[in-house]
């Protein structure tokens, strides 16, 4: 497969997530805004740089030597910050480039009434920042187009893992249990959003996939399983009419659709963790629910 270099913009949950399950210990750079999570991304087993939306010369000299690149920064009101800084360079003064990963959100597709949808529907985002989200996506399309490289847009589902999880929530007095009737969401652990990205980097797979797993669910269902893995009493229903609620998380109730995972599929991969009752048992039974400790390395497909 020849040496490989990973450069990641953005090296949060995802990231880090990605950086542990690197069996063959290839060299991944990362950027965070934040030098005090400089140690947090070292031990993820991510070379930690500072990105603070221009491009610095130790940045520069790293793309020079990237053979995969993978984007998880959300765009702004200014458009893709890292195409605006660095899009220059990946066009001109990234030699060893072969692969571009680009992670999306299924927010892209808008509200479809709880039908199911595929890569093939049509994007009628909701909110502002999945309109940019459409947006980021297309430039990133065509600049691949442009340099004639494969570029991956993954279109994640809601994410969660260790640390972030209903049993958590449960632990330390946040979980709730929402009640819309006919509402559902989609979700993705991130140990498949990790596996996705290395089955596709793998191969130098470009195309659009739905990283989301088998099981759109209601909310208060996933509470509730949790509650009952860990034996106590689930939190009492809450209409929605009445919760009180941020803007933000009011929004993510406007939209509702089934998210259809057969791409990514289709392109080989198999989901480690293919609804949030294998998830929440696996976590719960590896103790690393609570912390977000590492396992042990994952192996890829």
Not at 119 to 131: G, H, N
Request: glycine share 10%; with cysteine; charged share 25%.
């Amino acid at each position: 497969m020849g040496e490989r270099r990973f450069f990641i913009f953005g090296a949060g949950y995802s990231g880090k997530g990605f950086a542990r399950a690197n069996e063959d210990g290839a060299p991944i750079l990362g950027t965070t805004r934040s030098p005090e999570k400089f140690e947090v991304l070292r031990q993820a087993g991510i070379n930690p740089l500072s990105f603070d939306g221009s491009l610095t010369a130790e940045i520069s000299d790293a793309l020079r030597h990237t053979t995969h690149l993978i984007v998880s920064v959300a765009p702004d009101e200014a458009g893709d910050p890292v195409l605006n800084a660095a899009g220059e360079a990946i066009r001109a003064k990234m030699p060893a480039l072969k692969w571009i990963g680009y992670l999306s959100t299924v927010g892209v597709y808008g509200d479809h009434g709880g039908a199911w949808v595929d890569e093939s529907a049509e994007c009628r985002p909701v909110s502002k920042r999945s309109v940019m989200r459409v947006a980021a996506e297309q430039e990133w399309l065509a600049l691949g187009r442009e340099i004639g490289k494969p570029v991956a847009i993954l279109r994640l589902s809601g994410i969660y893992g260790p640390g972030r999880n209903a049993l958590a929530n449960l632990e330390d007095g946040t979980a709730r249990r929402l009640v819309k009737p006919g509402q559902v969401f989609n979700r993705i652990h991130c140990d498949d959003i990790a596996g996705a990205l290395w089955h596709l980097a793998d191969r130098n797979r470009g195309g659009i996939f739905n990283v989301t797993d088998d099981e759109p669910a209601p909310p208060q269902d996933v509470v509730a399983y949790a509650a009952r893995l860990m034996g106590v009493e689930a939190p009492p229903e809450i209409p929605f009419e009445t919760a009180q609620l941020s803007p933000m998380a009011r929004s993510f109730y406007g939209e509702n659709k089934r998210v259809a995972n057969a791409a990514i599929k289709a392109a080989g991969y198999s989901f480690r963790l293919p609804n949030y009752r294998v998830a929440l048992q696996r976590m719960w039974a590896d103790g690393n629910w609570r912390d977000g400790q590492p396992r042990s390395p994952m192996k890829r497909s």
